[in-house]
C-alpha cells in the first residue's frame, strides 16, 4: 500500500512557534517604520525666523551732458602761472640725477622721516604742496597721476620741472 499523503491543516502551521515567530517580525517591522519616520524627518523651521531682505534701488535714467557751444580756441593755453623751468604746485615734475639709484620719498620733509618708497629715475610726479625748508633741502609734496597712493615728499635737487610742448 502506498503511504498515504499526509495533509497538512492550518492548525499545523499556526503552532505557537511559527506565532510567536510572527508577532516578533510584525512588532519589529513596526518598530523600523517609526524609526524610519521619525528619524529622517527634517527639522521643523523656527517659528519667529525673519528672512533678511536686502532692497536694492532700481536704477534711474541719468541726464546727459549737453555738447558744449564754447568754441575752442586756437592756440592751447598753459594752465599754469609760473615761469618755464620752475616747479610749483600743479606743476609736472621729473626725477633726474640720481644715478639710476632712484629718489627717496618721504612721509614728512626732512631726512629723518620715513621713506614711503624709491621713485625711478625719469618718473614723471605731480607736485600737490610744497615747498618747504629742512635739513637745508627745499622740500616738495609729489604724487603720481597714475596713482595717489604713490606719493611723497622729496628734495628739488633731483626734480626737473616738465616744460609744455608748444610753449619753446
Do not use: C
Request: no cysteine; charged share 15%; glycine share 8%.
Amino acid at each position: 500500500m502506498p503511504e498515504q499523503e499526509k495533509k497538512i491543516s492550518i492548525r499545523d502551521f499556526f503552532t505557537p512557534l511559527t506565532l510567536l515567530i510572527s508577532l516578533i517580525l510584525f512588532v519589529g517591522l513596526i518598530l523600523a517604520m517609526l524609526v524610519i519616520i521619525f528619524i529622517g524627518k527634517s527639522p521643523s523651521p523656527e517659528p519667529n525666523l525673519i528672512p533678511d531682505i536686502t532692497k536694492i534701488p532700481a536704477p534711474t535714467l541719468t541726464s546727459q551732458p549737453r555738447p558744449s557751444t564754447l568754441s575752442p580756441s586756437p592756440t592751447p593755453t598753459s594752465i599754469f602761472f609760473l615761469p618755464e623751468g620752475a616747479i610749483g604746485i600743479g606743476a609736472y615734475v621729473q626725477v633726474i640725477g640720481t644715478g639710476d639709484a632712484g629718489l627717496r620719498m618721504r612721509s614728512k620733509p626732512g631726512l629723518s622721516s620715513s621713506i614711503n618708497f624709491t621713485a625711478l629715475e625719469s618718473e614723471v610726479f605731480l607736485v600737490i604742496d610744497g615747498p618747504i625748508e629742512a635739513d637745508e633741502y627745499i622740500w616738495w609734496h609729489l604724487e603720481a597721476p597714475y596713482d595717489k597712493t604713490r606719493n611723497g615728499w622729496s628734495v628739488s635737487e633731483f626734480l626737473s620741472p616738465i616744460i609744455e610742448e608748444g610753449n619753446n
